[in-house]
């Protein structure tokens, strides 16, 4: 019996602590919608898809730029994607999408989003070598 009690006084705390961490993830997963922009990667077998994406905290309309460059080896590419859009509460949009290729190529990629009076830029590097 004493084996017991000593061994639920010590994991009962641990378990309680899980719970809390828990339930505090899924309120906050559940309720709050991250607002942004972002630069989705996909590979499509030798290519690779990237997709310009925006998330809109409230309902807007505005305009976008995708831009994609190519970074160092052969070749080169520079691709301007932009227009306008608009967006609910909380949808995901997607705002331009390229196909590149995928074998040892790098890009920069930026996503810039002007709605709402604001300005919103996103970028990153894909492809390469780290």
């Known amino acids: 019996m004493f084996a017991k009690s000593k061994f639920i006084s010590r994991v ?46 409230a309902a807007v309309s505005g305009s976008y730029k995708l831009l994609i460059t190519s970074v160092g080896g052969g070749g080169n590419t520079n691709i301007r994607q932009g227009g306008g859009f608009s967006a609910q509460a909380g949808e995901e949009v997607t705002l331009g999408r390229v196909m590149v290729g995928g074998y040892g190529a790098s890009y920069d990629a930026s ?8 300005t919103l830029k996103c970028s990153e590097r894909i492809g390469g070598s780290i």
Do not use: H, N
């Open 111 to 118: 996503l810039e989003v002007e709605a709402g009076g604001e």
């Open 12 to 57: 009962a705390p641990a378990m309680i602590g899980v719970a809390i961490a828990g339930a505090a993830y899924a309120a906050t997963s559940g309720e709050e919608k991250a607002t942004g922009c972002e630069i989705r990667t996909t590979q499509q077998g030798s290519m690779i898809s990237l997709d310009g994406v925006f998330v809109a905290d």
